[in-house]
């Protein structure tokens, strides 16, 4: 079976190590996350590098999901991304990763709800079209992941 094209919404200073433990589920294209240094490279170059470089890295993806640790409903580009996936049409949810074990600082608290701050057709908040799973285990990720994807594109194409 072909492996779904995603791309990895994230707040990338808390999580990234608890986001390369979902990427290496399998099931998903394999995109690598920027080094740390890549990563405080293109922030440097501003916001409109930063940008045209999500841009460019979502393009050609089928669904975008977003990794919601305890603050990635207030990074500034994962509302980019968010908004960005939705007026694209592409399939979109989010996972709770707060109980996935950091080697740095081990679980965290739970996040806010992204798809709160956004409101879609008729006043209605994303989050209430939106899934966004709250998983106990590594475990039921990697259970539930190609089949989350599949229902988010399925759902983006009846938009």
């Not at 940008?51 to 990635?72: F, P, Q, S, Y």
């Not at 509302?79 to 950091?102: M, P, Q, S, T, V």
């Amino acid at each position: 079976m072909a492996r779904i094209p995603v791309f990895f919404s994230f707040h990338y200073a808390n999580d990234v190590m608890r986001v390369q433990q979902i990427r290496n589920i399998g099931v998903l294209e394999k995109n690598e996350p920027l080094s740390p240094n890549d990563w405080e490279q293109l922030k440097r170059t501003g916001e409109t590098s930063v940008k045209h470089w999500i841009d460019e890295n979502m393009k050609h993806k089928r669904c975008v999901i977003v990794l919601v640790g305890a603050e990635t409903a207030k990074r500034p580009f994962v509302r980019y991304e968010i908004e960005k996936a939705w007026n694209d049409g592409k399939g979109l949810f989010g996972i709770y990763i707060h109980n996935l074990r950091c080697p740095r600082n081990s679980t965290s608290a739970i996040g806010q709800n992204p798809f709160n701050n956004f409101t879609i057709e008729n006043g209605t908040k994303m989050s209430s079209v939106i899934h966004c799973y709250n998983p106990s285990t590594y475990n039921e990720i990697a259970q539930n992941m190609e089949s989350w994807v599949n229902l988010a594109i399925a759902e983006a194409q009846r938009r």
